[in-house]
Structures are given as structure tokens and as C-alpha cells.
């Protein structure tokens, strides 16, 4: 099993120095990936239940959303792709109801170009309803807008003269799609959720399937259901790189063990401190017990 870091927000290396610090770390450390999150504007009273509350025991870390900086993900990869050599730079996830597809299809082909080809898309339909009332996107299509807007990236990357008519999204006329990504035919999707929603949009379009802060005990059941459905639609549940996210200071060997055996990949570590070297000492840390269990 491989091993990542997910920086959340990035409250941790929200500046230069603290992230070419990390980068540095993660590719001495023979990390796979750095992975971080996304989000545009976020309201200071939240309501919406997280929908992670199981693994946190009903301790959910709003803070972490309502007081902490929160990086833009695209710039931060951009910035990561042009201070390291090696490791892959995603996001997890874009919340692809917030963006048009045209701009984000620009922004993932040209990290992909700069990455020299490191770049992962990893997608979700968001889960921060007042998030959702403050941009003006009305919370109920965000499953509808993200399969729509998917499917016009996949076409703004692989097509010549591409062509579209949804709900959403309209065109009908030749457009300069430059850059294409380097990764074809695109970026890996790995599409975010447990939910049968997002299980579905993985076997639709997803090179991939990115398991939030799930306990290892539930991921071979909910893989159980996606191999069905996977099953149903004539693919290959081993055409999935399976990915999940674990708290550093609570995945310890046994817990590491769990995933590893559940079938997942790559396991990212969720630092919890704001202190860049405390981070890059969890990482030391991380990256030892995951070696350890393989």
C-alpha cells in the first residue's frame, strides 16, 4: 500500500515557505501524492451535518472549516507542481457544481502540463448546503450538474471540435480548448463519497474511487456494492485505484492493517496540527508504519 498526505484546507502551509517544506518532505519520504481540499467561500454558522460524524464520534471539526485559511487548491497545485519532481498533486475533491466546466477544464489540463503529467482529479458533488446558498447554485442539481459537467470536461479534453447540449451547459460552436492534458485521454477521476449516488457516478466515469473518513471495518462492504455495480455495467473493479483518508494520530499499525487488507492502494494521512514541522514529523511518522504493515 502506498501512502499520501491530504492537507485539508492547507491550514498548515498556507504559506511559501511552509509548503516548499512539505513538498520537500513528501518526496524524500517517498510519499505518493499531496492532496488538498476545496472550497470557495465558507460561512462561519454551519448547520449541515458533516457526513463524516461516525468516524469523529459525533465530534465534528467545524473549525477546521470556519477559522482556519483554506488555499486555493488549483494555485496551490500549481505552485506544488512547479517546486517538485515526482509526486502525484490532487485535489480532493473538486466540488465541481461550484465552477463552470470550461474554466476547470483549463485549470486541470494546464496543472497537468506543468506537473509534467502528475495531476488526479478527484470529484464530488459537495455536501456544505449554505456553501451552495451563497454561491447562487441551488443545492438539489449538484448531482445533476456534476455528471453534466464532467461529461463536457471529457469532451473539451478528447475532442477536436467538441459539441454539448445539457441542462446546464450549451455548445454549439468551434472554441479553442488549448491546453489538452498531457495524461491521456485525461487526468485520473477519482470520483469522492460513499453514499449509492456517488458509488454510481464512480462506475459512470471514475478511474477511481476516493473514500473520505470512513472506518476501515465499512470499506469492504461498500466495495462489495460498487464491484456489483461495476459488475452491472461491464467494468473491472480492478480498473479502480481505491484511495482513503485516515487522521494521523489515530492510524496506527492496526487500523493501517485494516485498510491495507480492505484492498485500498493509497492511504492519506489527515495531519491535525497547524504547525508545519509537526506535520512533516507526523509524515516521518506515517510513512514508517505504512512501510511497516506492506
Same mark, same amino acid.
Not at 497547524?274 to 511497516?292: C, G, L, P, Q, Y
Given at each position: 500500500?502506498?501512502?499520501?498526505?491530504?492537507?485539508?484546507?492547507?491550514?498548515?502551509?498556507?504559506?511559501?515557505?511552509?509548503?516548499?517544506?512539505?513538498?520537500?518532505?513528501?518526496?524524500?519520504?517517498?510519499?505518493?501524492?499531496?492532496?488538498?481540499?476545496?472550497?470557495?467561500?465558507?460561512?462561519?454558522?454551519?448547520?449541515?451535518?458533516?457526513?463524516?460524524?461516525?468516524?469523529?464520534?459525533?465530534?465534528?471539526?467545524?473549525?477546521?472549516?470556519?477559522?482556519?485559511?483554506?488555499?486555493?487548491?488549483?494555485?496551490?497545485?500549481?505552485?506544488?507542481?512547479?517546486?517538485?519532481?515526482?509526486?502525484?498533486?490532487?485535489?480532493?475533491?473538486?466540488?465541481?457544481?461550484?465552477?463552470?466546466?470550461?474554466?476547470?477544464?483549463?485549470?486541470?489540463?494546464?496543472?497537468?502540463?506543468? #506537473?509534467?503529467?502528475?495531476?488526479? @482529479?478527484?470529484?464530488?458533488?459537495?455536501?456544505?448546503?449554505?456553501?451552495?446558498?451563497?454561491?447562487?447554485?441551488?443545492?438539489?442539481?449538484?448531482?445533476?450538474?456534476?455528471?453534466?459537467?464532467?461529461?463536457?470536461?471529457?469532451?473539451?479534453?478528447?475532442?477536436?471540435?467538441?459539441?454539448?447540449?445539457?441542462?446546464?451547459?450549451?455548445?454549439?460552436?468551434?472554441?479553442?480548448?488549448?491546453?489538452?492534458?498531457?495524461?491521456?485521454?485525461?487526468?485520473?477521476?477519482?470520483?469522492?463519497?460513499?453514499?449509492?449516488?456517488?458509488?454510481?457516478?464512480?462506475?459512470?466515469? $471514475?478511474?477511481?474511487?476516493?473514500?473520505?473518513?470512513?472506518?476501515?471495518?465499512?470499506?469492504? $462492504?461498500?466495495?462489495?456494492?460498487?464491484?456489483?455495480?461495476?459488475?452491472?455495467? $461491464?467494468?473491472?473493479?480492478?480498473?479502480?485505484?481505491?484511495?482513503?483518508?485516515?487522521?494521523?494520530?489515530?492510524?496506527?499499525?492496526?487500523?493501517?492493517?485494516?485498510?491495507?487488507?480492505? $484492498?485500498?492502494?493509497?492511504?492519506? @494521512?489527515?495531519?491535525? #496540527?497547524?504547525?508545519?514541522?509537526?506535520?512533516?514529523?507526523? @509524515?516521518? #511518522?506515517?510513512?514508517?508504519?505504512?512501510?511497516?504493515?506492506?
Amino acid at each position: 500500500m502506498k501512502y499520501g498526505v491530504q492537507l485539508g484546507g492547507g491550514a498548515s502551509v498556507s504559506q511559501r515557505d511552509s509548503l516548499k517544506k512539505l513538498a520537500a518532505a513528501a518526496e524524500e519520504l517517498d510519499f505518493d501524492s499531496v492532496l488538498i481540499g476545496d472550497h470557495i467561500v465558507i460561512p462561519k454558522k454551519i448547520n449541515t451535518p458533516w457526513p463524516y460524524d461516525e468516524y469523529v464520534g459525533g465530534q465534528t471539526p467545524y473549525a477546521v472549516y470556519t477559522e482556519m485559511e483554506w488555499l486555493d487548491p488549483f494555485d496551490t497545485m500549481a505552485f506544488l507542481a512547479a517546486i517538485t519532481e515526482r509526486i502525484r498533486l490532487g485535489i480532493s475533491v473538486v466540488i465541481v457544481p461550484y465552477r463552470h466546466p470550461f474554466d476547470v477544464a483549463r485549470r486541470v489540463a494546464t496543472i497537468d502540463v506543468l #506537473s509534467g503529467g502528475r495531476f488526479v @482529479m478527484g470529484i464530488g458533488v459537495g455536501w456544505l448546503e449554505e456553501e451552495f446558498r451563497l454561491l447562487n447554485i441551488p443545492f438539489k442539481e449538484r448531482g445533476a450538474r456534476t455528471r453534466e459537467y464532467i461529461a463536457v470536461m471529457q469532451a473539451l479534453w478528447t475532442q477536436d471540435a467538441p459539441r454539448f447540449s445539457g441542462k446546464f451547459v450549451e455548445l454549439n460552436e468551434d472554441v479553442n480548448v488549448l491546453p489538452r492534458p498531457l495524461q491521456k485521454p485525461h487526468p485520473p477521476i477519482w470520483v469522492g463519497g460513499e453514499s449509492k449516488p456517488a458509488m454510481r457516478r464512480v462506475v459512470s466515469f $471514475g478511474n477511481g474511487w476516493h473514500c473520505g473518513l470512513v472506518l476501515p471495518k465499512r470499506i469492504p $462492504g461498500l466495495l462489495d456494492q460498487i464491484k456489483g455495480l461495476m459488475e452491472e455495467a $461491464g467494468r473491472d473493479l480492478n480498473e479502480l485505484e481505491i484511495t482513503a483518508l485516515a487522521v494521523s494520530d489515530r492510524a496506527g499499525d492496526k487500523e493501517i492493517g485494516e485498510y491495507r487488507a480492505a $484492498g485500498v492502494d493509497v492511504l492519506y @494521512m489527515l495531519p491535525l #496540527s497547524n504547525d508545519t514541522n509537526a506535520v512533516i514529523e507526523e @509524515m516521518h #511518522s506515517f510513512a514508517d508504519r505504512v512501510k511497516a504493515t506492506n
